[in-house]
Every structure is written in structure tokens, then in C-alpha cells.
């Protein structure tokens, strides 16, 4: 059973780079590409990039100036860097695997997510 | 990108009640549209993915159809553990994005 398990500071201070690890089990990391989503606290869901072992990477637009992905095939982990924070940036850090039927992609495996509050 | 636009934002209904939330794009997107349910505290599941295919374990009471631009998902008969919050999203091009979400709360 796949599982994907996220860590990582709980607070991270304005201006600094937020940096958060997810951790992949029961399956291959090599095999898919892998997304991290994020919900501020009451709202909605935002996808922030994803990350394939190959090395590609697609971003989001509106964070690609303060984002970077990376992935550790041997440690079956997928890294997220987010720089320059603000309290906007305080969210529910999701990492989710993108499944893929017939050039279909979904989300189809989540990680539990994990809270990060920016603040001084 | 393409914006997820769901009706209503939230929704009472009753044990037993047929529940239908809607999703448009703000462009066609083909079949590329999948439904994920989430629960407080609790990170999102997926539903239905290509529009209306069922993701393996979810109940047959949930079902979508729908193609091009307007997209519904329907739930025949609304259970206790279905009140939840769902999501519509888009995998026809990067960024992917979502719907705003439809609250389903208990009448």
C-alpha cells in the first residue's frame, strides 16, 4: 500500500525558506510523478508544482519565482523549498502522488499533510 | 489557467436525499476532470476520475459525468459519512487547479 508521509518545521519565520521532506513507501518513486498541494487554514486547495524522477519539474506561475523541488531516489523522498515566506504562505503542506489512467492524471494517494505557520 | 468555478459553495440535505454539485471550467478541458471528498482535518480522497470513472473502493452511489466545460458529480442517496467538503480539479494543463470546494452540511 502506497503511503506518503510529510515532515518538516511547524514555523518558519517571515522572509525564510520554508523546507519540507516527503516520504514515499510501498511503491517506486521513479514510477510517477509527484505533486505538493497546499490549503491555507478554511480555504481551498492549491497546487504548488510536481516533480518527476527524471528530474523535471513543472511549478506553479504564481509561486515558480520562490519554488524548488527536488528528489532523492535512494531515500525514496521528494523535497519542497519555498523561499522568501509571509504569512500567506501558512497552509496544510499536502504531497500527493499524480496517478495516471490512460493520460488521465489524478490525485490519487495523499500524504496526511502537515500544518506550517509562518510567524515571527 | 484555467478556472474551477463549483456551485453552490455549500448545501444542506438530509439523510437520504440525491445531492448533485456542479463544476464548470473556464475552458474546455475535454475529460480531464476528477472529484476528491475531504473531510475536517483530513486530507483530500479522490472520487471519480476522467469525469466519470469511479476510483476503485468509493462507493457506487457517487457518480460524474459530464465533458468540455460543465461537470457534475451526484451522490443517489446521501449517507451520514458523506457530509464533507468536495472539490472539482482540472488535469488538462499545468497549473493544475481546483474548484472553490462544496460544503455538504447536515440538514
Known amino acids: 500500500q502506497v503511503q506518503l508521509q510529510e515532515s518538516g518545521p511547524g514555523l518558519v519565520k517571515p522572509s525564510e525558506t520554508l523546507s519540507l521532506t516527503c516520504t514515499v513507501s510501498?511503491?517506486?518513486?521513479?514510477?510517477?510523478?509527484w505533486s505538493w498541494i497546499r490549503q491555507p487554514p478554511g480555504k481551498g486547495l492549491e497546487w504548488i508544482g510536481n516533480m518527476y524522477y527524471s528530474g523535471s519539474t513543472n511549478y506553479n506561475p504564481s509561486l515558480k519565482s520562490r519554488v524548488t523541488m527536488s528528489l532523492d531516489t535512494s531515500k525514496s523522498q521528494i523535497s519542497l523549498r519555498l523561499s522568501s515566506v509571509t504569512a500567506a504562505d501558512t497552509a496544510v503542506y499536502y504531497c500527493a502522488r499524480d496517478g495516471s489512467w490512460r493520460g488521465y492524471y489524478t490525485f490519487d494517494y495523499w500524504g496526511q499533510g502537515t500544518l506550517v505557520t509562518v510567524s515571527s | 489557467d484555467i478556472q474551477m468555478t463549483q456551485s453552490p459553495s455549500s448545501l444542506s440535505a438530509s439523510v437520504g436525499d440525491r445531492v448533485t454539485i456542479t463544476c464548470r471550467a473556464s475552458?474546455?478541458?475535454?475529460?480531464?476532470l476528477n472529484w476528491y471528498q475531504q473531510k475536517p482535518g483530513k486530507a483530500p480522497k479522490l472520487l471519480i476520475y476522467a469525469a466519470s470513472s469511479l476510483e476503485s473502493g468509493v462507493p457506487s452511489r457517487f457518480s460524474g459525468s459530464g465533458y468540455g466545460t460543465d461537470f457534475t458529480l451526484t451522490i443517489s442517496s446521501l449517507q451520514p459519512e458523506d457530509f464533507a467538503t468536495f472539490y472539482c480539479q482540472q488535469s488538462y494543463s499545468n497549473p493544475r487547479t481546483f474548484g472553490q470546494g462544496t460544503k455538504v452540511e447536515i440538514k
Open positions: 510501498g511503491d517506486s518513486i521513479s514510477a510517477y510523478y
Open positions: 475552458q474546455s478541458i475535454n475529460r480531464y
